[in-house]
């Protein structure tokens, strides 16, 4: 678990601002947009599910790829 080290400042009596350092913020930044990414793909395959697929190989075949030659050197 991720313990997050801050400060809450004040002002007249309220809380306004939480000061958080550096680290911890990119840390807090990555995870939502982690997050944000995992939400993306699953509403993705909600989306999609049901529909027709390509195989990759398929797909390779359909744009004109073939199998290249690995290079051996002598």
């Known amino acids: 678990m991720f313990k997050m080290k801050y400060d809450v400042w004040s002002k007249n009596g309220k809380q306004q ?16 947009e ?23 190989e398929q797909l390779k075949r359909e744009l004109g790829f073939t199998r290249g030659r690995k290079n051996s050197r002598k």
């Open 34 to 56: 982690d997050d944000a990414d995992f939400r993306a793909i699953e509403a993705s395959k909600k989306r999609q599910a049901g529909s027709a697929r390509t195989s990759l």
């Open 17 to 32: 601002f939480v000061l958080v350092p550096m680290a911890d913020y990119r840390t807090i930044c990555q995870r939502l």
